[in-house]
T-cell receptor, first 108, second 115 residues
Framework: EDKVVQSPLSLVVHEGDTVTLNCSYEVTNFRSLLWYKQEKKAPTFLFMLTSSGIEKKSGRLSSILDKKELFSILNITATQTGDSAIYLCAVVGDGLTFGKGTHLIIQP | ETGVTQTPRHLVMGMTNKKSLKCEQHLGHNAMYWYKQSAKKPLELMFVYNFKEQTENNSVPSRFSPECPNSSHLFLHLHTLQPEDSALYLC??????????????FGPGTRLTVL
């Protein structure tokens, strides 16, 4: 059975801090790893990673995949209160498996 | 852990068929969601139910008909679908929908192919 584990489950930091969110996986026939940001409604897509070692970057967010060690990290630098959300990791294998998410709270 | 289950996992149907997708959550949640995940498109929210009442319908065609008989079960009835409806249909649940930031737990999805 495919498995995706995110850590930490929750994190509280101050504005301006840098955070690193982790996602590890065990998936049959790995195809890609997805990061989503979930606020009040549907998760919004952040990144799709398919190749090891290639960093994807969008503004203050970046992510990288390690297919040998079976994990990915999502970094957010210079955090803002608007970054407060649940960050979901999902892996595409034979199916689509979501982790339980990291609940990130940015305090002013 | 069998938090959110979906059946069937795979479904192939013709355009004139009628079928139903089933979702069940064992987490004691009060909100349930249907999403559509098409190839190369972002996750699309279709319907939201809170305490068995539909609170959101994101302009979904009437050939998709949801049903929520209780807080633990959610169905998506399908009829006269089109090939472009082929996608992965995901069900999710959360403690309460649309109230603050509420973790959604996703099922494994039903891979639907419409011929």
């Amino acid at each position: 059975e495919d498995k995706v584990v995110q850590s930490p489950l929750s994190l509280v930091v101050h504005e301006g801090d840098t955070v690193t969110l982790n996602c590890s996986y065990e998936v049959t026939n790995f195809r890609s790893l997805l990061w989503y940001k979930q606020e009040k409604k549907a998760p919004t897509f952040l990144f799709m990673l398919t190749s090891s070692g290639i960093e994807k970057k969008s503004g203050r967010l970046s992510s990288i995949l390690d297919k040998k060690e079976l994990f990915s990290i999502l970094n957010i630098t210079a955090t803002q209160t608007g970054d407060s959300a649940i960050y979901l990791c999902a892996v595409v294998g034979d199916g689509l498996t979501f982790g339980k998410g990291t609940h990130l709270i940015i305090q002013p | 852990e069998t938090g959110v289950t979906q059946t069937p996992r795979h479904l192939v149907m013709g355009m004139t068929n009628k079928k139903s997708l089933k979702c069940e959550q064992h987490l004691g949640h009060n909100a349930m969601y249907w999403y559509k995940q098409s190839a190369k498109k972002p996750l699309e929210l279709m319907f939201v139910y809170n305490f068995k009442e539909q609170t959101e319908n994101n302009s979904v065609p009437s050939r998709f008909s949801p049903e929520c008989p209780n807080s633990s079960h959610l169905f998506l009835h399908l009829h006269t679908l089109q090939p472009e409806d082929s996608a992965l249909y995901l069900c999710a649940s959360s403690q309460a929908g649309g109230v603050g930031t509420d973790t959604q737990y996703f099922g494994p999805g039903t891979r639907l192919t419409v011929l």
